[in-house]
Nanobody, 127 residues
Framework: QVQLVESGGGLVEAGGSLRLSCAAS????????MGWFRQAPGKEREFVGT????????YYADSVKGRFTISRDNAKNTVYLQMNSLKPEDTAVYYC????????????????????WGQGTQVTVSS
């Protein structure tokens, strides 16, 4: 079992930055590929990006590529989502998720396949 807790959300003006954190406890964190998703009111959960178990590889949705960066610190059991140049359309609840199986690229972009989820943290970007 893995428990995930997100933090760092809040209200920011368009063009600003936020860094989300996702702290994991339980089984070996480094054995899980980690993903970030987001969900806006009335919309389906949307893929943001993933990071490999070692942290050497990342994959992003086109909507955030060049603005968002995912990193992880396996010694601290934490994954991060650095969000720059935020836009009002980035407003959503952001979730981190962990999966133990093998996937790559767009194969990791659906919520199905992720074994564990955090409770989410709200990000609101004002115009």
């Amino acid at each position: 079992q893995v428990q995930l807790v997100e933090s760092g959300g809040g209200l920011v003006e368009a063009g600003g930055s936020l860094r989300l954190s996702c702290a994991a406890s339980g089984r070996t964190f480094s054995s899980y590929k980690m993903g970030w998703f987001r969900q806006a009111p009335g919309k389906e959960r949307e893929f943001v990006g993933t990071i490999s178990r070692s942290g050497s590889g990342t994959y992003y949705a086109d909507s955030v590529k060049g603005r968002f960066t995912i990193s992880r610190d396996n010694a601290k059991n934490t994954v991060y989502l650095q969000m720059n140049s935020l836009k009002p359309e980035d407003t959503a609840v952001y979730y981190c998720a962990a999966r133990g199986d093998v996937c790559s690229g767009s194969g990791c972009s659906t919520p199905i396949g992720y074994d564990y989820w955090g409770q989410g943290t709200q990000v609101t970007v004002s115009s």
